[in-house]
């Protein structure tokens, strides 16, 4: 799909459990822009993962995305479909709380402490992580994750290359958090 580059070959469980512990060190949250449907829950089998062999600290999963949701349960009750074990599938449900409304979503904001959002969209064109990142952008201690390819023109291509602010809503807000993309 995406000829016109090489992927790293940097290990993208090192470089996640790198990136969840220098956040949890500064105190920031966590925010991942993802695709709903695969990225997402490879990426929660990879946090749950890191938290049970004491990788990572133990945080919050907050997966705020309806289609995410959805897709993460008929992974689990689909398990012999994919690589993952029925109690691996168990795990990563067990571990994450879904916020399926906007009232949940919203009460995100008021959360205290170290903690990770997973929200669609994977670009950050549009979605409930556009949300997340007008509160989290502003403050170093945060950190934008993308897991995967960044269209020209997108909020998660401008971020990449280093912008100042990044229109949300109608408000530029500024980029203090910290950027980063998990490779592979």
């Known amino acids: 799909t995406y000829g016109n580059r ?10 996640l ?8 060190q500064r105190g920031g949250v966590l925010a991942v822009p993802s695709f709903a449907v695969g990225r ?17 600290r133990r945080l919050p999963i907050y997966l705020d995305s309806p289609m995410a949701i959805d897709a993460s349960e008929i992974y689990c009750e689909y398990n012999e479909l994919h690589r ?17 409304t906007v009232a949940e979503s919203k009460e995100l904001d008021e959360e ?6 997973i929200a669609g969209s994977g670009m950050a064109t549009g979605g ?23 269209a020209g023109g997108t ?16 408000a530029y807000v500024p980029c203090a958090a910290h950027i980063e993309l998990l490779d592979g």
């Open 112 to 117: 205290n402490g170290g903690h990770i959002i």
């Open 84 to 100: 993952l074990s029925q109690d691996e599938c168990r795990r990563l449900c067990q571990a994450t709380t879904f916020t399926r």
């Open 155 to 170: 909020r998660g291509a401008n971020l990449l290359e280093g912008t100042e602010a990044i229109k949300i809503h109608g």
């Open 128 to 150: 409930r992580i556009l949300h997340h990142m007008k509160r989290l952008l502003p403050f170093p201690k945060n950190t934008i994750m993308f897991t995967g390819y960044q």
């Open 6 to 15: 090489l992927h790293t070959s940097i290990d993208p469980w090192q470089q």
């Open 40 to 56: 997402t829950q490879i990426l929660l089998h990879m946090l749950t993962r890191l938290m049970d062999e004491q990788r990572i």
């Open 17 to 24: 459990e790198r990136i969840a512990n220098e956040t949890a």
